[in-house]
Structures are given as C-alpha cells and as structure tokens.
C-alpha cells in the first residue's frame, strides 16, 4: 500500500509560506501557487494508485515544490489575492479506500428508482444524475477519513494486516 506523506524538503517550504509574505496566491485547476517574484511555491495536485480492488481507482494527494523561476500565470488562472499574510497551514492526513465491488438484488435497484421518483414529486425537481444512478446494478463505497479515526481502523486494520504480510 503506497502512503503519500510529505518530505523534510515539503515540510520546510511549506514553513516557508508562514514566513515570508507571497506578493500573490493564484489558484487553477490543479495547483495553488504561492508567488514570491522571482520563485514560487506551488501546491499541486497529483494523481496516485489507489489502495483499490477497481484498478481505474485513484488517489489525489498533494505535493509541494519550489520553482526557481518567476510565475507566468495562465489565462484561466484566478488571483486569490495580494500581499496576503498566512497565519496557519493545515495539513489533513486521511484514509482513502474502496470497499468492495458489490452488485446491487434487484429490489435494491427498484427500491432507488422509487426513492428518486418520490424526491422528483415532493421538491418538483428531475435530477438527471440521481436518475442515472438510481439504475446503477453496482458500485462500492469510497471511505475517506482519518487513519487513526476507530471507525477507519475496525474497517481498515484487518486489510492493511493483509497488506503488510502481519
């Protein structure tokens, strides 16, 4: 099982953000780029193997780098702000694992197209997508909490066990 933690290196420039004012914080799509003129520090989204049965299941973590260059934003960059102090940095540890695929009886299936039709006629609303997936015949659950949190390790443990040949 791969665990994706930050570095010393990480832990350092993300240090770095409390210390030294970023003349500007820009988001895009997959990054948070802390601008310091002539560097910048980024925060970017990756994509990892997921602890998973289904092997297009993924992971999304977050690794920090240092570039020693100045930022060029692009287009669909948006400016977050200006001159703005970060007084605190929260790092989130989580769990991310996939249950097992489970086909779904077919009373199961009816029960959900039903529930769907009743919440279209109580809020007057058609939600395509709660229609698509009320038609589902299986799928599995996506657990994402803290690694040490009791209801995570009941579930989580005896697979890691598995894992870890112990």
């Not at 579930?155 to 894992?163: E, F, K």
Request: net charge positive; proline share 2%.
């Amino acid at each position: 099982m791969k665990e994706f933690k930050f570095t010393d290196t990480d832990r350092q420039l993300i240090k770095e953000l409390l210390t030294n004012r970023p003349s500007k914080i820009w988001h895009d799509y997959y990054r948070y780029v802390f601008d310091y003129g002539n560097y910048s520090i980024q925060l970017i989204c990756e994509i990892g193997e997921a602890d998973s049965q289904n092997d297009s299941d993924e992971a999304i973590y977050a690794r920090v780098e240092k570039i020693e260059k100045k930022f060029e934003s692009l287009k669909q960059a948006d400016l977050i702000g200006e001159n703005l102090k970060i007084s605190k940095v929260y790092i989130a540890r989580t769990k991310l694992y996939f249950t097992d695929h489970v086909d779904f009886r077919k009373n199961k299936i009816k029960a959900r197209k039903h529930f769907n039709k009743l919440r279209e006629t109580l809020t007057g609303k058609k939600d395509v997508i709660d229609d698509l997936i009320s038609g589902t015949t299986g799928g599995h659950e996506e657990i994402n909490c803290h690694p040490n949190y009791k209801i995570c390790l009941s579930v989580i443990m005896p697979v890691i066990r598995s894992h870890c040949n112990g």
